[in-house]
């Protein structure tokens, strides 16, 4: 299991004491986050799908590490096509062409039942899992070791819900009423995502950012069924997580969350969306969990819709009451596509103060 303490050997750490906070770099900036400790300002970081590009390896590559330094990130979220977990499972999608459409489900990986018992064994070597590792490797290489980059990893049953045509509610339906089916295909799944998620750290990668979506929502799962269903399954892929795997974020999407779910995983941070309704501040799931809390911005209202101005506010009063300790400024989740640039670039300016 990776341990979430650790920073790593050319951390400077004395007992409680940080060394010369002002001149910390991304790196150290962020291992201090996730060490609970309070570095010089809150790391951020921004993600967004990119539909044009993101067909191609070499273009996500180019267009990430190009946001990455436009924005002044201090890591980068791999942000692929959210499609190529069930293109590896054999979904077929048709890409839109544009940079403002998402590709078009043309067949669904999973059409019956019996079909979860026909789910392929896939590892990190499938196509549509070697791309996105490549365009890992690609952004790597460009922006060197000083802005850290995490590879996306759907959880099993994520990519469940994506095989029958993105569809949650159904997967869901399914994995209750057909454990015997749905068990062994989670499993078969969590294989080839150890696989994937075990190749992007050698590529590269400081770890994942292990979507859970919205299952472990109270709305979705009771936190009961998630445990006796999924949570294994998610386990079996982070407990392979590679020893030098050192940043490694659970994400959970909807209301009412599950905060437990994330802390029995074990990993550095937490990401959710602290506006939905039920879900707790940045503090208090930094406390609850303890894990850095990540998020802080409305992805699809305020970086779309307000001023930069607002953005700033917006960020500044969600990093109330965190004191600034263990905590990382971001969206709540994937950022819509139509945020236009001040918007984003005035994200670096709530943590500049």
């Known amino acids: 299991m990776v341990s979430r303490r ?15 906070c002002a ?15 309070k570095p010089d300002r809150p790391p951020f970081t921004l993600w967004g799908h990119t539909f044009k590009e993101e067909w191609n ?11 990455a330094r436009r924005y002044r990130l201090d890591f980068v979220k791999l942000q692929p ?51 996105q590792v490549e365009a890992l490797r690609l952004t790597v290489a460009e922006l060197g070791d000083k ?52 190749a992007s750290v050698k590529a590269g990668g400081v770890g ?11 709305d979705m ?10 949570l294994g399954h998610d386990l079996s892929v982070i407990e392979l997580l590679p020893e030098d795997a050192w940043f490694n974020v659970a994400h959970l999407c909807g209301s009412r969350l599950h905060f437990d779910i994330a802390k029995a995983l074990g990993l550095q941070a937490v990401s959710w969306d602290v506006y939905q309704p039920g879900n707790p501040t940045l503090a208090e799931g930094r406390d609850h969990t303890g894990m850095a809390a990540m998020g802080g911005l409305r992805q699809k209202t305020t970086l779309v819709k307000a001023t930069p101005k607002e953005v700033i506010a917006e960020g500044q009063a969600a990093l ?12 709540g989740c994937s950022i819509d596509v139509h945020a236009g640039d001040d918007n984003l670039s005035a994200v670096k300016e709530v943590v500049a103060a």
């Open 208 to 218: 994942v950012f292990f979507a859970i979506s919205g299952y472990a929502s109270a």
């Open 320 to 331: 109330e009451g965190t004191d600034g300790r263990g905590v990382i400024l971001a969206p």
């Open 81 to 131: 096509r959210a499609t190529f977990f069930a293109e590896a499972y054999g979904s077929q999608y048709q890409p839109s062409g544009s940079e403002e459409e998402h590709p078009t489900l043309t067949r669904a990986g999973v059409e019956t039942l019996e079909d979860w018992a026909k789910l392929p064994e896939v590892d990190a070597s499938h196509p549509a899992f070697a791309d």
């Open 147 to 198: 802005i850290p980059v995490i590879q996306t990893v759907f959880s099993p049953l994520t990519v469940a819900g994506h095989l029958i045509g993105k569809d949650p509610e159904g997967v869901v339906k399914m994995l209750l009423d057909h454990p015997d089916l749905l068990g062994p295909a989670l499993a078969r799944i969590a294989r080839g995502l150890a696989s994937f998620s075990t």
């Open 6 to 20: 650790t920073l790593g050997p050319d951390v400077p750490f004395l007992g409680e004491a940080w060394v010369d």
């Open 23 to 37: 001149a910390m770099d991304s790196v150290t900036r962020l291992k201090t986050a996730i060490a609970l400790e």
């Open 57 to 67: 390896p070499q273009e996500l590559a180019a267009i990430t590490v190009q946001r």
């Open 221 to 230: 799962l009771s936190e009961e069924d998630y445990r006796r269903l999924a």
